[in-house]
């Protein structure tokens, strides 16, 4: 079991907002952007994309985002404990300020997908 970083970011543009979850994996982000904010056992499934990997900068950046896309702030950040990767699944449990508890990503080979949490006991 792999234990990293993780962030969750509001990304707010002319369109609307959306999250980012950015996993670092030491040389850059694995991303994906969520249609809702994680909030722990509450959750019952949040749709997600997977973006290209992103700078391991927006660990910790908040402000404009380049070529006028917007803007971010961190909403939930903490460590991600690597449970299982595989290219399609993705399992993890995240310990954060909002999102805590055992995730499990599942994807299309279209690069959409579902992230839904398990009901399992904060260890």
Known sequence: ????????????TEQGEHWDLMIDQGESLATWQMDKMLSGDE???VTVVRLFDHRR???????????????????DEGVCELLSVEADLWKFRLRGRRAK??????????????LAVQNEAEK
């Open 101 to 114: 508890g055992v995730f499990t990503l599942v994807m299309s080979d279209r690069g959409v997908g579902v």
């Open 57 to 75: 900068e927006y660990l910790v950046y908040e402000g404009p985002v380049s070529g006028n896309r917007g803007e971010v702030r961190r909403a």
């Open 1 to 12: 079991m792999l234990s990293t970083r993780f962030v969750i970011l509001q990304h707010r």
């Open 43 to 45: 959750l019952e499934g």
